[in-house]
């Protein structure tokens, strides 16, 4: 990373979602996945690091009887082409058999991982498993995979903030936006 960066909002090009629409969207999503759980209980489970935010927001609308847990995952082979074979640096400890499951993502992508991640959990025995991801670049994706409720349908931007990170920075900023490039070109 290039020392012109400040790693703070400083470092955007332009805010694509503010605090407030990402406030809004999360209650919006929170409001639906409780309509559609009534009656059940639910585990979130959240794909460490870039959820971690959501999750602690969308957790907060959701008013069905919840737990959480946490996974940690590494995908093999270059930073910038997911191969679609992870490593599971954290598991869950927990016994998911008859659970319902929802996989909290910060962002959809090729949706390797994720879908990887679906298959691995769905072996356990699951009630049920759905995804919910607060940003969506259906554009990129190479996996069979869609989530069952998305925040937002980005373009093919790479983007920061509420959790997303570029090189472990910038998961602080309350907002999300495109980054500006002269911040990669270094
Ligand atoms: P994929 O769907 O397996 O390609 O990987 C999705 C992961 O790539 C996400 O969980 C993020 O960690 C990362 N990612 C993809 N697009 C972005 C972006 O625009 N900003 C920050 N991280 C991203
Ligand atoms: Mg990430």
């Not at 994720?114 to 969506?136: E, F």
């Amino acid at each position: 990373m290039t020392d012109k960066a400040t790693k703070t909002e400083q470092d955007l090009l332009h805010v694509m979602l503010t605090a407030e629409e990402i406030a809004e969207k999360v209650a919006e999503l929170g409001r639906r996945i409780s309509a559609d759980y009534a009656g059940k209980e639910l585990l979130m489970i959240s794909v460490l690091k870039g959820s971690v935010v959501f999750m602690a927001d969308l957790m907060r609308h959701v008013t069905v009887p919840s737990s959480i847990d946490f996974m940690s995952v590494s995908s093999y082979g270059s930073s910038t082409v997911s191969s679609g074979v992870v490593k599971i640096v954290k598991d869950i400890d927990i016994d998911l058999a008859g659970k319902h499951l929802l996989i909290v993502e910060d962002i959809l992508d090729s949706g390797a991982t994720l879908s990887y991640l679906k298959q691995l959990l769905n072996d356990r025995s699951p009630a049920s498993i759905k995804l919910v991801t607060l940003l969506d670049k259906p554009s990129r994706r190479r996996a069979d995979i869609k989530a069952d409720y998305v925040g937002f349908e980005i373009e093919d931007e790479f983007v920061v903030g509420y959790g997303l990170d570029y090189d472990e920075y910038y998961r602080n900023l309350p907002d999300i936006g495109v980054m500006k490039p002269e911040i990669y070109q270094s």
